[in-house]
């Protein structure tokens, strides 16, 4: 999806990637299907590119930093660093000022029962890297759960987090050029099932207050860093609408996929804009919207009924092999702006898709 808003602002795509038949490999201008934490690679893709990015945290940090010795990388391989290693970003937002769940790093068993004894039950307890969609991750509700979870989650060390008893999940994309100029689309509203990412709504129906903070805290977060390029910023709101940070990842979203259809410029172009160097204009939006993921066989096996659902808008990604719980294409459907519905009219919709609306 970077790759077709580059090619709409003139651009060539060169794709790097470990996968044959990558789905942005199918509308790139050229691809080299090899591994990203070997030099010799590494070194003939930069010499091929003038500016480099990546649109998922589990590349090489070390492999990045060749690159950037070679050839501009936005954002930074420090960016990525912080935002791979869930104890660097929480420091690091903490830093800022903004708060997240309250947390403890856990190396030892010892030290889980000692985080447990001071974070209280239930708590999360988490992998520090390369944990997504749930995965390394195991929720501890009474003392019982602490040996096995910390026996069966690897690599550590681990991360426990106080579980937060929150009344919606938001995000905010933010875009951050060279200059320091900044935009962001929206606030909005997730949903998930199975820990993966099954509906989002936008805008986030959110009280004025709750949505400032969080827009807020996203630009605090992209400055801090000192972002070329894209954040999401994945936020719990409280009862109380206080905004914790989750987590945040310097790439386009999947909290993101509506700004394809309901904005003048996708979460995507804003991602070429500011790594390329041009100018970003205010994410504004035309339509409310409500994008529903297709995630593994079952949901990809729908395709010929969804195709047939007037006012979706379809998107099929490509991927070679439907496993489960892997995200193979989403659809957008469109409102009114201010005519968001509620829950039921959101599932009207989406038709035989809201089945877990
Ligand atoms: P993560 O991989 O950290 O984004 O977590 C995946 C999902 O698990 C989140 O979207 C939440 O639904 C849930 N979750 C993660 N951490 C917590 C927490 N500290 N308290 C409550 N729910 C959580």
Known sequence: MSALAAARLGYRCHILTREHYSPAAQVSHAVTVGDYGDPAVLREFAAAVDVISFEFENVSAEGLDLLASLKPVRPSPSVLRISQDRIAEKTFVNGLGVATAPWRPVTTLEELEAAAATLGLPAVLKTTREGYDGKGQAMLRTPDDLAPAFERLAPKPLILEGFVDYAMEVSV????????????????????????????????????????????????????????????????????????VNEIAPRPHNSGHWTIDACPMSQFELHIRAIAG???????????????NLVGPEEA?????????????????????????????????????????????????????????
């Open 173 to 244: 994309i933010v875009g951050r050029g060279e200059d320091g100029s900044v935009s962001a689309f929206d606030t909005v509203e997730n949903r998930h099932h199975d820990h993966i990412l099954d509906l989002t709504l936008a805008p986030a129906r959110i009280a004025v207050a709750t949505d400032a903070a969080a827009q807020t805290i996203a630009r605090d977060i992209a400055a801090g860093l000192d972002l070329i390029g894209l954040l999401a910023v994945e936020m719990f709101v409280g009862n109380d609408g206080q905004v914790l």
């Open 301 to 357: 096996a729908l395709w010929p009924r969804i195709l047939a659902i007037p006012d979706l808008i379809p998107h099929l990604y490509g991927k070679e092999e439907a496993r489960p719980g892997r995200k193979m294409g989403h659809v957008t459907r469109l409102f009114p702006k201010g005519a968001l519905p509620g829950d039921f009219g959101v599932a009207d919709s989406l038709g035989f898709l809201a089945r877990r609306a």
């Open 278 to 292: 041009l100018p970003l204009p205010p994410a504004t939006r035309h339509a409310d919207a409500a994008m529903k």
